[in-house]
C-alpha cells in the first residue's frame, strides 16, 4: 500500500511514487494562504500520508507562521476539512482583525 497520494481536482487519490514525483514537480499544492505583516496561515496538500499508519490519512496541514500562535499546526484528510481548518486557524491568529489578505 502507497501513502502518497496527487490531487484530482479537489480529490485526494492513491498514487504509484512515480505518477506522485511526476504530479509534485508542477502541482499547486495550496488550499489557502492568509497573511498580514506579521503572521501567516497556511493551507497545504501534502502529499503524502502523515497519519503514519494510524487512523485515516492525514494529506493536507495549516500551520501559523508568527504571532502569538507562532507554529501552531493542524493536519486531517480531505478538501472541504482543509479549508474549515483554515479558516479556525485564521480565527485563532487574527481574530476579529480585518487586516489581513487571503489567496487561493
Request: net charge positive.
Amino acid at each position: 500500500m502507497t501513502d502518497h497520494y496527487i490531487l484530482d481536482g479537489r480529490k485526494a487519490v492513491r498514487a504509484d511514487f512515480m505518477t506522485w514525483a511526476r504530479w509534485l514537480e508542477k502541482a499547486d499544492r495550496r488550499v489557502a494562504a492568509t497573511h498580514n505583516d506579521h503572521v501567516r496561515v497556511s493551507t497545504v496538500f501534502l502529499g503524502r500520508d502523515h497519519s503514519f499508519g494510524s487512523g485515516p490519512p492525514l494529506l493536507f496541514e495549516t500551520m501559523i507562521f508568527g504571532g502569538e500562535h507562532d507554529a501552531y499546526q493542524e493536519r486531517c484528510t480531505t478538501w472541504k476539512q482543509a479549508e474549515k481548518m483554515h479558516k479556525k486557524a485564521c480565527a485563532l491568529a487574527y481574530g476579529n482583525s480585518q487586516e489581513v489578505t487571503t489567496a487561493k
